[in-house]
């Protein structure tokens, strides 16, 4: 993490948050952090839908939630940065590397009518909003998939350096 503390010493949401392990406390932030995406994509997908597609939907929303993300990343998982933009630019390429996972995965099940057959696989009856596309069952894939995408890349980006020591000096 750029210009950050030891993850034992940064500061934290709660103290006791250093008290769980640290996969238990990237899922209790993914976990908040995709309740805010979801509640925040599905408002914006029932008011642009008919003015934009899924996947353009998804791709303003998960751009605007990587600031969010960050915060929570820090604050639960990793620990609060001395220089909050230094971490949050380190950390930007792997929020829009997702955007863009996200997005690409969105349209290719925007395109295969993935929720329709979904619900017809589930016996879901018809329904009026059925021509509607990147609903629910959609944003649940791109969520894993981008959650794990995350787990693997926040965790190399936010980890300490091997070879450095605390004091941020390299050693031979």
């Known amino acids: 993490m750029a210009n950050a503390k030891s993850s034992s010493e940064a500061r934290m949401f709660h103290s006791s948050l250093r008290l769980l392990p640290m996969p238990v406390r990237f899922v209790l932030s993914g976990v908040s952090g995709n309740v805010f995406f979801m509640a925040f994509y ?5 008011s642009f839908q008919t003015i934009a597609s899924a996947s353009r939907i998804f791709s303003v929303v998960q751009f605007m939630c990587i600031v969010v993300n960050h915060a929570l990343n820090m604050g639960i998982v990793f620990g609060w940065p001395e220089n909050y933009v230094s971490s949050l630019m380190s950390n930007m390429p792997v929020g829009l590397v997702s955007l863009a996972l996200g997005a690409f995965c969105m349209e290719k099940l925007e395109e295969a009518s993935f929720d329709e057959k979904v619900n017809d696989w ?3 009856a018809k329904s009026d909003n059925d021509d509607q596309k990147g609903g629910f069952y959609a944003s649940l894939v791109v969520m894993l998939v981008t959650g794990i995408f995350n787990y693997v890349a926040l965790n190399i980006v936010n980890s300490s350096p091997v070879g450095k020591k605390q004091d941020g000096k390299k050693e031979l």
């Open 42 to 46: 599905n408002w914006a997908y029932a």
């Open 122 to 124: 589930l016996g879901g």
